[in-house]
Structures are given as C-alpha cells and as structure tokens.
C-alpha cells in the first residue's frame, strides 16, 4: 500500500504545481464502506504537507493540503425523525439518502470559486461520534490550503447531486476492496468502536446496511481517474474510523 501512497502524493504534489494559485485542487477518495478511504485521505495529505513543509521550512503552519470527511454531511438524528418513514431513515443512516448532499454540494461549489486576496476560511461540518451527529463549522479549509482530498462513499455516484459534487473534482479516486474483506474489516470496527456489542451483531450490520450501499456503490459509479487496490500492510491498516450508529 505504501507505494500506491507514495505514487499518488508524488502525483498529486505535480499536478498541485502545475495548478493556478488562483485555484484550488480538488480530489473525492471514494469507495464502499470499509475500503479505506480516511485512511487513503490521512496519508496523502500528510504527505502532501511534509514535502511542503521541506520546499518551505516557514509554512508549516499554513499546510498546503486538508482532508475532509463526508461524515459531517450526515443527516442529524432530528431530520432522520422526521422523515415520513423515520424507523427505516435511522436502520438505514449511512445509506445515500441519509446525507444532506445538496449541503455537501455546496461546500464543493464553495471550494471551486477563485482563491482571491480577500478570500475567508471555509468551513465544513465533522460528525461526533459520542453525539451522532454532525458538528457545524468544525473543519477549517484555509485560503493556504490549496489541495483538498474529501473522502466519502458516494463521491463517485452516478446518481442527482452527488453526480455534480463529482464532475466538479478535479480527480476522483476510488478504493477497491473486496466485500468479504471489507465486511470482515466492518465487524472488527463495529465491535471495537461499541456500535454493535458483538460479532454476530456486527456481521448483520456490514449484512443488511453497510454491504447494501457497497453494492450501489459499486454498481453506480462514475469514471474514475485513479483506482486504488485496498492492501493491508504494516504501514497501513484501515478500518479503524468509527461510523454513526
């Protein structure tokens, strides 16, 4: 996995050279539940910033590339209630319908306007996982920061607006797993992060919910410019992100 890391910040810092300072970088890491995405999104923007941070030593504080996760995009328990079928809306959070993609989408177009002098931080929602639910304005994405990795499952569907969030990337990356592994990495998370109290209870999550959104995942994606083979290796284990219960 490390050399698949290395070759895409390699990539990424080229293409980030060759790009107007007037503009902003855009990059969507997708892939189904368990692939790996934050973990894929972690990697490259650290390692975006440490060539940054040795080509100039004084700007370690204004990093030249920041992650954004989808989770703060999650509809709030509140708005799962009160949809007209709310026991299913909360069985089924993490599902594409269970986000607030047209504010997802606006971040986006957000992010797309002309770096200017005057330009302001924006912000981006995060989601707590000790409140499940998502956290206004908790993310910053300064005017320095002209590399932006968002990671989320549905930011290469072909499907309303998370189709728009995608045409307007300059990349989309997508994480490729298998779903026995996947589902296997699922029950571990589940089980450590206390969303399901066992094994048994785990597998019926990654079964009925998280392996589902997988399959539209999967059989509704756009074109990708970059896939990525999900490995595990010694300097990369994914699965340990927590989801919403």
């Known amino acids: 996995m490390e050399e698949q890391v290395d070759r895409l910040v390699q990539k990424t810092w080229i293409k980030y050279k060759a790009t107007p300072s007037s503009k902003r970088l855009l990059i969507a890491v997708s892939g189904i539940p368990g692939s790996g995405k934050t973990a894929l999104a972690k990697l490259v923007t650290e390692g975006l910033n440490a060539i940054h941070n040795e080509q100039a030593p004084g700007c370690a504080s204004t990093p030249v590339a920041t992650s954004v996760p989808m989770d703060g995009y999650h509809l709030s328990r509140a708005q799962l209630s009160a949809m007209p079928d709310p026991i299913t809306a909360h069985h089924r959070r993490g599902a594409a319908f269970t986000f607030d993609d047209k504010a997802f ?134 699965g340990g992100q927590r989801d919403p219960e």
């Open 105 to 238: 989408l606006e971040l986006v177009k957000e992010l797309r306007k002309p770096l200017l002098p005057e330009s302001k931080t924006v912000y981006a929602p995060s989601f707590d996982h000790a409140l499940k639910d998502p956290v206004a304005d908790d993310i910053q994405i300064h005017p320095s920061s002209r590399v932006v990795i968002l990671e989320g499952n549905y930011l290469s569907l072909n499907q309303e607006l998370w189709k728009e969030a995608a045409e307007l990337m300059d990349e989309l990356w997508f994480l490729e797993v298998d779903f026995e592994t996947a589902r296997r990495r699922l029950v571990v998370r589940h089980v450590v992060a206390g969303i399901a109290k066992d094994e048994e209870e785990a597998g019926n999550r990654a079964d009925e919910i998280d392996l589902v959104n997988g399959r539209q995942i999967v059989n509704h994606r756009l074109e990708v410019q970059e896939v990525i083979i999900s490995k595990e290796d010694e300097s990369w284990r994914p």
